[in-house]
Nanobody
Framework: QVQLVESGGGSVQAGGSLKLSCAASGYTYSSNYMGWFRQAPGKEREGVAAIYTGGGSTNYADSVKGRFTISQDSAKNTLYLQMNSLKPEDTAMYYC?????????????????????WGQGTQVTVSS
């Protein structure tokens, strides 16, 4: 059974940084897609960043480009999201996601339907 467990969320002032981690278990980590989504109250779920674990290619939402970095440690089966220059509009619940069913995309996808497995989420709050 696939399990994704996020950690690293918290409260920070605007301009600050946080690093989220996602520990994956029961999952074939290599050659697949993983990513981060977020959802704020009253807003639609948004794909933030995604990575192809087999080669390391990445994709980012325009809203976070240049500020967020997705990375992986395949030896630890762990996914990361480094978030710098945080803004109040980054406040949301952040979810780690993974795809189990193969497939090939030109860029790691940011569409929610692609991902089979979702973590429980970790809250990020950015104050102005």
């Amino acid at each position: 059974q696939v399990q994704l467990v996020e950690s690293g969320g918290g409260s920070v002032q605007a301009g600050g940084s946080l690093k989220l981690s996602c520990a994956a278990s029961g999952y074939t980590y290599s050659s697949n897609y993983m990513g981060w989504f977020r959802q704020a109250p009253g807003k639609e779920r948004e794909g933030v960043a995604a990575i192809y674990t087999g080669g390391g290619s990445t994709n980012y939402a325009d809203s976070v480009k240049g500020r967020f970095t997705i990375s992986q440690d395949s030896a630890k089966n762990t996914l990361y999201l480094q978030m710098n220059s945080l803004k109040p509009e980054d406040t949301a619940m952040y979810y780690c996601v993974a795809r189990r069913d193969g497939g090939t995309w030109f860029r790691p996808p940011l569409e929610a339907w692609v991902y089979n497995d979702w973590g429980q989420g970790t809250q990020v709050t950015v104050s102005s």
